[in-house]
């Protein structure tokens, strides 16, 4: 089992910064992937960025120049930094985890959440 949790939203102005962080307790030697998604109420959840463990990163087409995904292993954390925030950046934020375990020739994968925190960006 793995335990995450986010801190770091709130209400910002467009243009500016804000700086999610995830820590994960647990499991963690387990952990692969981590990475940050975003959802608001209806729609589907999308990714945000993602990190493996050896530091590779995923962006989505929407954050990507703006936002920057960092990780520490040793710490157990990875964080999210928003820059250029616009409105439509408003949604509710998760960090996700994935954890992997090899069984003969097979690799099994778990998807663990935080409960996710809030961004707001006014205009």
């Known amino acids: 089992q793995v335990l995450l949790v986010e801190s770091g939203g709130g209400l910002v102005q467009a243009g500016g910064s804000l700086n999610l962080s995830c820590t994960a307790s647990?499991?963690?030697?387990?952990?692969?992937?981590m990475g940050w998604y975003r959802q608001a109420p209806g729609n589907q959840r999308d990714v945000v960025a993602t990190i493996s463990r050896r530091g590779s990163t995923y962006y989505g087409n929407s954050v990507r120049g703006r936002f920057t995904i960092s990780r520490d292993n040793f710490k157990n954390t990875v964080d999210l930094q928003m820059s250029g925030l616009e409105p439509e950046d408003t949604d509710f934020y998760y960090c996700k985890a994935v954890t992997s375990r090899n069984k003969g020739w097979t690799i099994y994968t778990t998807d663990y959440w935080g409960r996710g925190t809030q961004v707001t960006v006014s205009s």
């Open positions: 647990g499991n963690v030697g387990s952990i692969s992937e």
